[in-house]
């Protein structure tokens, strides 16, 4: 089964470095490949941070909301010092879902849509989110074909020929559409499974902002053409004119000055399932980020 990890496509649609990436928009009746919008009906975000919820489904083809959560993460900046974080979720944590009692984090997508997985978080952290993006396995396909892939330096190599089908070299390595799916979607070849999982997208993520820097770095035209990249592929309820201010922060954001944090956890089981608890040290974590903007 194709785990999608769209995770990746939510970087660049933040204005903190996320937000760049949903470009135009693709008409209403169409199911949008990568679907964005605000949290809540009203921009007010929090003495100048900003915090995206980004969102891989494990649908295998199109984009809808009705299937579970397969990656998930909040992306946050101090638009004023351009420093961030991306704070990641495993997608087995159990935890109180508004409306429909404890279960595991990756449900409140199938139950609510992307907004009742915001609401879900927001509770559990205390971070105001600002905006959502999702996409499953085209839309995260589509992307990376049309900015040209990225560079990811691999630990060590990576074969999983009965999972995601990754069969990837230690060290740097160009990651086309196919090579970058089963990077975000490998899990058999880590210690930890989808506890590093989730760790490597984030890791994917900064190397689309990578990208945009190098690329907008050697022509500030660059910044139009990642715009443009999902014109065809996404549906959005945020203005254009915010779209671009966001995009413009984006290119600003340098990769060193955002860290990823995965959310302690421990193993265990509720009732016959396998699941992952969030350790109660994880508020700390909440907390600061809400204040900062920063991990």
Do not use: C
């Not at 978080?121 to 993006?133: A, F, N, P």
Request: hydrophobic share 40%; no cysteine.
């Amino acid at each position: 089964m194709r785990k999608l990890t769209a995770a990746l496509l939510g970087w660049l649609m933040v204005s903190s470095a996320v937000v760049s990436f949903v470009g135009g928009g693709a008409s209403p009746s169409i199911a949008a490949a990568i679907s964005a919008g605000r949290v809540h009906s009203r921009f007010q975000p929090e003495r100048g941070k900003i915090f995206v919820l980004v969102i891989g489904n494990d649908a295998r083809s199109g984009n809808p909301n009705s299937v579970r959560a397969d990656a998930i993460h909040i992306v946050g900046i101090d638009t004023e010092t351009l420093k961030g974080g991306i704070l990641n979720f495993p997608r087995d944590s159990w935890v109180e879902i508004p409306g429909y009692g404890t279960h595991r984090i990756n449900e409140a997508l199938q139950y609510g849509g992307p907004r009742l997985l915001a609401q879900t978080l927001e509770k559990m952290t205390g971070i105001r989110l600002d905006y959502w993006v999702m996409t499953g396995f085209e839309g995260f396909q589509a992307i990376v074909k049309k900015i040209g892939g990225v560079r990811l330096r691999i630990p060590f190599h990576i074969y999983d020929p009965t999972g995601s089908g990754a069969n990837l070299r230690k060290g740097m390595q160009p990651m086309g559409a196919r090579k970058s799916l089963a990077y975000v979607r490998t899990r058999h070849s880590f210690p930890r499974g989808d506890i590093d999982r989730t760790g490597n997208q984030a890791l994917y993520l900064l190397a689309m902002l990578r990208e945009l820097r190098r690329q907008v770095d050697s022509s500030p035209a660059a910044l139009l053409r990642w715009l443009a990249a999902t014109s065809a592929h996404t549906r959005h309820d945020i203005p254009a004119p915010e779209l671009f201010r966001l995009g413009v922060l984006a290119s600003q954001v340098r990769p060193q000055s955002v860290r990823s944090v995965t959310v302690p956890v421990t193993t265990g089981a509720a009732g016959a399932a396998s699941v992952v608890f969030i350790s109660s040290s994880a508020q700390q974590i909440y907390r600061r980020f809400a204040r900062t903007g920063r991990l």
